[in-house]
């Protein structure tokens, strides 16, 4: 069993910055590709950056430019610095985690971008 535990979420006034964390604990083999998703109300859950093992990247086109992503390896954890933020990033923000053919999601973090 593996258990995903994110942190870092909060109220923000737009241009500042948040750093989420998420952290992977269990049964844990191997991690492939890490990410994150959001979901605003309304609208469908997307993709806003992953990672591979490897350490290869992809981003949102609404976050390039302003958001990163990284993650620790030794400690099974994926970061997102997310900078110059705007209220349209206004979400649930969740980790995204592949085990081998297995896909983990944590538990959501809300973001608010206001002032």
């Known amino acids: 069993q593996v258990q995903l535990v994110e942190s870092g979420g909060g109220l923000v006034q737009p241009g500042g910055s948040l750093r989420l964390s998420c952290a992977a604990s269990?049964?844990?083999?191997?991690?492939?590709?890490m990410g994150w998703y959001r979901q605003a109300p309304g609208k469908q859950r997307e993709l806003v950056a992953a990672?591979?093992?490897?350490?290869?990247?992809k981003f949102a086109d609404s976050v390039k430019g302003r958001f990163t992503i990284s993650r620790d390896n030794a400690k099974n954890t994926v970061y997102l610095q997310m900078n110059s933020l705007k209220p349209e990033d206004t979400a649930v923000y969740y980790c995204?985690?592949?085990?081998?053919?297995?896909?983990?999601w944590g538990q959501g973090t809300q973001v608010t971008v206001s002032s």
């Open positions: 995204n985690v592949f085990i081998l053919r297995s896909e983990y």
């Open positions: 269990g049964s844990i083999f191997r991690i492939n590709d």
């Open positions: 990672i591979t093992s490897g350490g290869s990247t």
